[in-house]
């Protein structure tokens, strides 16, 4: 494995406001990493120290084992960030150009607007005739003009309808089977759950999850299998078995609730117990990320 990102332990302050708090984490090549949180979590500063924006106040952050200020990681790094500033007077294809012009070994041109969806005629738009979808896009190929290895998106698909959505996210997965790691931001959880791999949970300006989607669901939510009550159902015994939590009957259907959905869904069946209109119940991430920032709020 090859780590593209080490932060040990970070912290950003300005003034007296910690934006990060002596944050680690560790990213390795080829991963595509959410990174959520509440508004203020430390998000976006976080995404500027990686990209050398700004310095760390403690701590240390380096991309492929370097300084992210080194033009050896700017030459490899790409982003696309909240705010898009061009150059006005230009069209997309001379911006475009423009950036590419800037690395060794930039993005074939052609492949370049097949994966950002440009159409022909936003190319010779100027930059500040642009709607906010396609400067959105413009700022996806800007991101994508040097052919970089780690790519970092801050709320992307912010102004983008669902088609541009869509496309966006499929051209991200391309992205990441060439090898690419993939960092970016999202207030969209169901982006996040379809898209990575890894979830940063950040809450002031700290890592407090940090797994798969499955896995941060099932650490915090709880999942149940229910069904329609009927008196044939034992529940004492449902209760007492060791994979079920808790047992409650809610709107005329019993819940069941338990880490292991597959045991107790085979217990009904093989106890026969003609059970009806069965609903599993598997815990979503807005849940999870609910709970997180809720507990963390009380501490
Ligand atoms: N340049 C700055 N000067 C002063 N305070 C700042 C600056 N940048 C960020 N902050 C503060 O640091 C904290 C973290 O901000 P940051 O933008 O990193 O959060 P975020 O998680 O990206 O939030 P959002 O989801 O709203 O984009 C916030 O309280 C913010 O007000």
Redesign the pocket.
């Known amino acids: 494995m090859e780590e593209v990102v080490s932060i040990e332990k970070a912290t950003k302050k300005?003034k007296d406001?910690t934006?990060v708090d002596e944050l680690s984490c560790s990213i390795q090549r080829g991963e595509v990493v959410a990174i959520l949180?509440p508004?203020?979590?430390?998000?976006?500063?976080t995404i500027l120290m990686m990209l050398g924006l700004l310095e760390p106040t403690e701590g240390k952050v380096e991309i492929f084992r370097m300084d992210p200020k080194e033009k050896a990681v700017r030459e490899k790094i790409g982003a696309m960030l909240q705010e898009v500033s061009v150059i006005d007077t230009l069209t997309v294809k001379e911006i475009i150009q423009l950036f590419r012009s800037y690395y060794a070994t930039p993005m074939d041109f052609e492949e370049l607007v097949a994966l950002t969806g440009l159409k022909k005629e936003e190319m010779k738009k100027r930059a500040d005739k642009l709607s906010g979808g396609q400067k959105r896009r413009l700022g996806f190929a800007l991101a994508l003009a040097g052919d970089p290895d780690l790519l970092f998106f801050d709320e992307p698909t912010v102004g983008m309808d669902i088609t541009a959505r869509k496309r966006f996210w499929d051209t991200v997965k391309a992205l990441k089977e060439k090898g690419k790691t993939i960092i970016f931001t999202t207030?969209y959880l169901q982006e996040a759950d379809d898209v990575a791999e890894r979830i940063l949970l950040?809450h002031k300006g700290k890592v407090v999850a940090d797994g798969t989607p499955h896995a941060i669901k099932n650490r915090l939510t709880k999942q149940s299998v229910s069904f329609i009550e009927n008196s044939e159902v034992p529940l004492d015994e449902i209760r007492s078995l060791a994979i079920v939590s808790d047992v409650y009957v809610k709107n005329n259907r019993v819940i069941v609730v338990t880490e292991q959905t597959d045991d107790v869904l085979a217990y009904l069946f093989e106890k026969r117990l003609g059970v009806k209109g069965i609903e599993i119940e598997k815990g979503r991430l807005d849940e999870a990320f609910e709970q997180l920032t809720k507990n963390k709020e009380a501490i």
């Open positions: 300005f406001k934006a949180g508004n203020g979590a430390g998000k976006s500063t207030h950040f």
